[in-house]
């Protein structure tokens, strides 16, 4: 058993103690942690993604902290500012939530863009700039945002520029009807399940399990299938924009983390068929009239990777 399949396990259960099924959207969102990327939760309200987000910051012994987004949110709100102090005659910084290790930024798409660039340049290059002086974040340095699809008032387009610095989007889904009752049942206490959620892994081994998950060997086969589904997105025809090489190198480090957590220390073309919809879905622009014929970014991946043949694959000893 691998070092990062250990951490993972830790996590992953403690985790389990709060949000109730859904397993491999944590490892996915673990794959994102270990790949140093970022993850977009888009989901409707009241399906955990703020509770998944906490408990997976307490059991990781991150730093966190939540930023809720309004209209009214300044980008010094997100980076911090600096602050005259009269007893010294001179400025001192004090830093925002974003410079935190793990950030919840819950409902994005409510901030403004002004204050959406400036967490741009965070996640971009995991640094913020406040007033001409550049503060750098230590790794790892790890954002899940959250977005509500289905409702637009008081809401701003997230640019895609900003979609493009997510390594995933993830869906959790409304839970089975079993993990409903168990979620429902939980609830016979007053104080917060999540709140009981101890750290089970350090900030150390975190970042050990990061320079490993870029090790991990990926196949000449896994790789030329990966570039056939990008291909494919940039060929289409009811497509304006594909998968540009950005969003190639993200599903490239995903697997690679992914394959760790789950034992391997190999990545299979399965690995990339699971990857390609998350890693995919926010980076494809589609032409205006596919648009109006109904098509969706999701259908078309969807479509491409059951069109694409997945390649005969020996595992690697």
């Given at each position: 058993?691998?070092?990062?399949?250990?951490?993972?396990?830790?996590?992953?259960?403690?985790?389990?103690?709060?949000?109730?099924?859904k397993e491999q959207i944590i490892e996915?969102?673990?794959?994102?942690?270990?790949?140093?990327?970022?993850?977009?939760?888009?989901?409707?309200?009241?399906?955990?993604?703020?509770?998944?987000?906490?408990?997976?910051?307490?059991?990781?012994?991150?730093?966190?902290?939540?930023?809720?987004?309004?209209?009214?949110?300044?980008?010094?709100?997100?980076?911090?500012?600096?602050?005259?102090?009269?007893?010294?005659?001179?400025?001192?910084?004090?830093?925002?939530?974003?410079?935190?290790?793990?950030?919840?930024?819950?409902?994005?798409?409510?901030?403004?863009?002004?204050?959406?660039?400036?967490?741009?340049?965070?996640?971009?290059?995991?640094?913020?700039?406040?007033?001409?002086?550049?503060?750098?974040?230590?790794?790892?340095?790890?954002?899940?945002?959250?977005?509500?699809?289905?409702?637009?008032?008081?809401?701003?387009?997230?640019?895609?520029?900003?979609?493009?610095?997510?390594?995933?989007?993830?869906?959790?889904?409304?839970?089975?009807?079993?993990?409903?009752?168990?979620?429902?049942?939980?609830?016979?206490?007053?104080?917060?399940?999540?709140?009981?959620?101890?750290?089970?892994?350090?900030?150390?081994?975190?970042?050990?399990?990061?320079?490993?998950?870029?090790?991990?060997?990926?196949?000449?086969?896994?790789?030329?299938?990966?570039?056939?589904?990008?291909?494919?997105?940039?060929?289409?025809?009811?497509?304006?924009?594909?998968?540009?090489?950005?969003?190639?190198?993200?599903?490239?480090?995903?697997?690679?983390?992914?394959?760790?957590?789950?034992?391997?220390?190999?990545?299979?073309?399965?690995?990339?068929?699971?990857?390609?919809?998350?890693?995919?879905?926010?980076?494809?622009?589609?032409?205006?009239?596919?648009?109006?014929?109904?098509?969706?970014?999701?259908?078309?991946?969807?479509?491409?990777?059951?069109?694409?043949?997945?390649?005969?694959?020996?595992?690697?000893v």
């Open positions: 058993m691998n070092n990062v399949n250990e951490v993972s396990e830790k996590i992953l259960n403690a985790v389990k103690e709060v949000f109730k099924g996915m969102i673990l794959a994102g942690l270990f790949a140093g990327g970022h993850v977009l939760l888009e989901d409707v309200p009241g399906t955990g993604k703020t509770v998944l987000a906490k408990a997976l910051a307490k059991a990781s012994g991150l730093d966190f902290a939540r930023i809720q987004c309004t209209p009214d949110l300044m980008p010094s709100d997100v980076t911090g500012s600096s602050v005259w102090l009269p007893s010294s005659q001179t400025f001192e910084f004090r830093p925002g939530p974003v410079l935190n290790s793990l950030v919840l930024v819950d409902e994005l798409n409510r901030a403004t863009p002004r204050t959406q660039s400036a967490l741009l340049e965070a996640m971009a290059e995991s640094q913020v700039s406040v007033d001409g002086i550049i503060h750098k974040i230590e790794k790892p340095f790890f954002v899940i945002a959250t977005e509500n699809p289905v409702e637009s008032e008081g809401t701003f387009p997230l640019p895609e520029a900003q979609k493009d610095r997510f390594m995933l989007t993830l869906s959790i889904g409304y839970p089975s009807e079993a993990e409903e009752a168990e979620i429902i049942t939980s609830q016979r206490t007053t104080v917060h399940p999540v709140e009981n959620v101890v750290a089970v892994t350090s900030r150390e081994e975190i970042l050990q399990c990061m320079e490993k998950a870029v090790q991990t060997y990926v196949d000449d086969s896994v790789v030329q299938y990966l570039i056939e589904l990008v291909r494919h997105t940039r060929n289409d025809d009811r497509v304006l924009a594909g998968i540009s090489p950005r969003g190639s190198i993200a599903i490239y480090k995903a697997v690679q983390s992914y394959a760790l957590i789950k034992g391997r220390d190999y990545v299979t073309p399965e690995d990339v068929k699971l990857f390609a919809l998350p890693v995919f879905r926010k980076r494809l622009i589609l032409k205006g009239e596919a648009l109006v014929k109904g098509y969706s970014a999701e259908g078309i991946i969807r479509e491409i990777i059951e069109k694409v043949p997945v390649p005969a694959f020996k595992a690697h």
